[in-house]
């Protein structure tokens, strides 16, 4: 069981930078797999970043480079927390990002992953 909290979102202007925090609750943190995903109004949740277990492996969308280079995924297990570095803010960065979490990398589709955080609003202003 693992509940997740998101935070650090809030209103950017272009060009700028934010980081997102991911806490989660419980002391099996590193046993899973940890994923950002996104949703901008009237839009589905999009894959944005995700990291393996250890912190080895990341994982970030195929295709389009709005989002790589651009956007780190990080953990830091000893503090249950997974991080998402967002540099070069665009508006159309704009959504509700919410972390999410399974025992393993389970791809880009949001509803397969098992646990979820509440979300947290990133607005970008140009």
């Known amino acids: 069981q693992v509940q997740l909290v998101e935070s650090g979102g809030g209103l950017v202007q272009a060009g700028g930078s934010l980081r997102l925090s991911c806490a989660a609750s419980?002391?099996?943190?590193?046993?899973?797999?940890m994923a950002w995903f996104r949703q901008a109004p009237g839009k589905e949740h999009e894959f944005v970043a995700a990291?393996?277990?250890?912190?080895?492996?990341?994982?970030?969308?195929n295709y389009g480079d709005s989002v790589k280079g651009r956007f780190t995924i990080s953990r830091d297990n000893a503090k249950n927390t997974v991080y998402l570095q967002m540099n070069s803010l665009k508006p159309e960065d704009t959504a509700v990002y919410y972390c999410?979490?399974?025992?393993?990398?389970?791809?880009?589709?949001?509803?397969?992953?098992?646990?979820w955080g509440q979300g947290t609003q990133v607005t970008v202003s140009s």
């Open positions: 999410a979490a399974d025992v393993g990398y389970r791809g880009n589709s949001y509803q397969v992953w098992k646990y």
């Open positions: 419980g002391r099996t943190f590193s046993n899973y797999a």
């Open positions: 990291v393996s277990r250890t912190g080895g492996s990341t994982y970030y969308p």
